[in-house]
Nanobody, 125 residues
Framework: QVQLVESGGGLVQAGGSLRLSCAAS????????MGWFRQAPGKEREFVSA????????YYADSVKGRFTISRDNAKNTVYLQMNSLKPEETAIYYC??????????????????WGQGTQVTVSS
Protein backbone atom coordinates (compact mmCIF):
# COMPACT_ATOMS: atom_id res chain seq x y z
CA GLN A 1 0.00 0.00 0.00
CA VAL A 2 0.98 3.61 -0.51
CA GLN A 3 1.73 5.81 2.49
CA LEU A 4 0.86 9.50 2.17
CA VAL A 5 2.12 12.37 4.34
CA GLU A 6 0.76 15.90 3.99
CA SER A 7 2.64 19.04 4.99
CA GLY A 8 2.54 22.79 4.44
CA GLY A 9 -0.54 23.73 6.41
CA GLY A 10 -0.66 26.64 8.82
CA LEU A 11 -2.25 29.99 9.62
CA VAL A 12 -2.82 32.54 6.86
CA GLN A 13 -4.90 35.71 6.55
CA ALA A 14 -7.82 35.90 4.14
CA GLY A 15 -6.53 36.54 0.63
CA GLY A 16 -3.22 34.85 1.34
CA SER A 17 -1.66 31.73 -0.14
CA LEU A 18 -0.34 28.35 0.97
CA ARG A 19 1.20 25.40 -0.85
CA LEU A 20 0.44 21.94 0.49
CA SER A 21 2.63 18.92 -0.24
CA CYS A 22 1.78 15.22 -0.22
CA ALA A 23 4.72 12.82 -0.27
CA ALA A 24 4.05 9.21 -1.30
CA SER A 25 6.11 6.19 -0.27
CA UNK A 26 5.81 2.42 -0.41
CA UNK A 27 4.33 0.75 -3.47
CA UNK A 28 3.69 3.36 -6.11
CA UNK A 29 2.44 3.14 -9.67
CA UNK A 30 2.74 5.62 -12.48
CA UNK A 31 -1.00 5.54 -13.14
CA UNK A 32 -2.09 6.44 -9.60
CA UNK A 33 -4.67 9.19 -9.42
CA MET A 34 -4.16 11.73 -6.65
CA GLY A 35 -6.81 13.82 -4.93
CA TRP A 36 -7.13 16.57 -2.34
CA PHE A 37 -10.05 16.79 0.09
CA ARG A 38 -10.84 19.00 3.07
CA GLN A 39 -13.01 18.62 6.15
CA ALA A 40 -14.19 21.47 8.37
CA PRO A 41 -15.57 20.91 11.90
CA GLY A 42 -19.09 19.48 11.77
CA LYS A 43 -19.03 19.02 7.99
CA GLU A 44 -18.48 16.11 5.62
CA ARG A 45 -15.22 15.62 3.79
CA GLU A 46 -15.31 17.74 0.63
CA PHE A 47 -13.61 17.25 -2.73
CA VAL A 48 -11.12 19.96 -3.69
CA SER A 49 -9.00 18.76 -6.62
CA ALA A 50 -7.61 15.65 -8.35
CA UNK A 51 -5.02 14.72 -10.97
CA UNK A 52 -4.03 11.60 -12.86
CA UNK A 53 -0.42 10.71 -11.95
CA UNK A 54 0.46 9.58 -15.49
CA UNK A 55 -2.16 11.26 -17.67
CA UNK A 56 -2.07 14.77 -16.28
CA UNK A 57 -5.83 15.35 -16.38
CA UNK A 58 -6.95 17.71 -13.63
CA TYR A 59 -10.25 18.30 -11.86
CA TYR A 60 -11.36 21.06 -9.51
CA ALA A 61 -14.36 21.77 -7.35
CA ASP A 62 -16.30 24.74 -8.67
CA SER A 63 -15.60 26.67 -5.49
CA VAL A 64 -11.80 26.65 -6.04
CA LYS A 65 -11.48 26.98 -9.82
CA GLY A 66 -9.17 29.81 -10.77
CA ARG A 67 -7.60 29.96 -7.30
CA PHE A 68 -6.16 26.48 -6.62
CA THR A 69 -3.71 24.49 -8.75
CA ILE A 70 -2.79 20.82 -8.39
CA SER A 71 0.61 19.69 -9.66
CA ARG A 72 3.06 16.83 -9.26
CA ASP A 73 6.75 15.95 -9.27
CA ASN A 74 7.10 12.34 -10.36
CA ALA A 75 10.80 12.18 -9.42
CA LYS A 76 9.90 13.04 -5.82
CA ASN A 77 6.63 11.08 -5.74
CA THR A 78 4.99 14.24 -4.49
CA VAL A 79 1.76 16.05 -5.35
CA TYR A 80 1.15 19.71 -4.49
CA LEU A 81 -1.85 21.95 -3.99
CA GLN A 82 -1.19 25.65 -4.51
CA MET A 83 -3.96 27.63 -2.81
CA ASN A 84 -4.36 31.34 -3.59
CA SER A 85 -6.87 33.96 -2.41
CA LEU A 86 -7.86 31.83 0.56
CA LYS A 87 -11.18 32.47 2.30
CA PRO A 88 -12.04 32.02 6.00
CA GLU A 89 -14.69 29.41 5.17
CA GLU A 90 -11.91 27.25 3.71
CA THR A 91 -10.48 26.62 7.16
CA ALA A 92 -10.28 22.83 7.40
CA ILE A 93 -8.06 19.81 7.68
CA TYR A 94 -6.75 19.06 4.19
CA TYR A 95 -6.15 15.44 3.16
CA CYS A 96 -4.46 13.89 0.15
CA UNK A 97 -5.57 10.55 -1.27
CA UNK A 98 -4.43 8.03 -3.88
CA UNK A 99 -6.32 5.64 -6.16
CA UNK A 100 -4.61 2.64 -7.79
CA UNK A 101 -7.20 2.15 -10.51
CA UNK A 102 -9.03 4.36 -12.94
CA UNK A 103 -11.86 6.20 -11.24
CA UNK A 104 -14.73 8.11 -12.79
CA UNK A 105 -16.00 9.91 -9.68
CA UNK A 106 -12.99 11.91 -8.56
CA UNK A 107 -15.10 13.85 -6.05
CA UNK A 108 -16.12 10.77 -4.03
CA UNK A 109 -14.05 9.73 -1.01
CA UNK A 110 -14.88 6.07 -1.66
CA UNK A 111 -12.98 6.16 -4.96
CA UNK A 112 -9.61 6.36 -3.18
CA UNK A 113 -7.54 3.56 -1.61
CA UNK A 114 -5.02 5.41 0.57
CA TRP A 115 -5.24 8.56 2.70
CA GLY A 116 -2.81 10.80 4.51
CA GLN A 117 -3.22 11.99 8.09
CA GLY A 118 -4.18 15.52 7.10
CA THR A 119 -2.70 18.98 7.62
CA GLN A 120 -4.53 21.88 9.29
CA VAL A 121 -5.20 25.04 7.28
CA THR A 122 -6.59 28.02 9.18
CA VAL A 123 -7.65 31.17 7.32
CA SER A 124 -8.25 34.18 9.56
CA SER A 125 -10.63 37.03 8.75
Amino acid sequence: QVQLVESGGGLVQAGGSLRLSCAASGRTFSNYAMGWFRQAPGKEREFVSARSWSGGSTYYADSVKGRFTISRDNAKNTVYLQMNSLKPEETAIYYCAAARFYISDYEKTGSYDSWGQGTQVTVSS
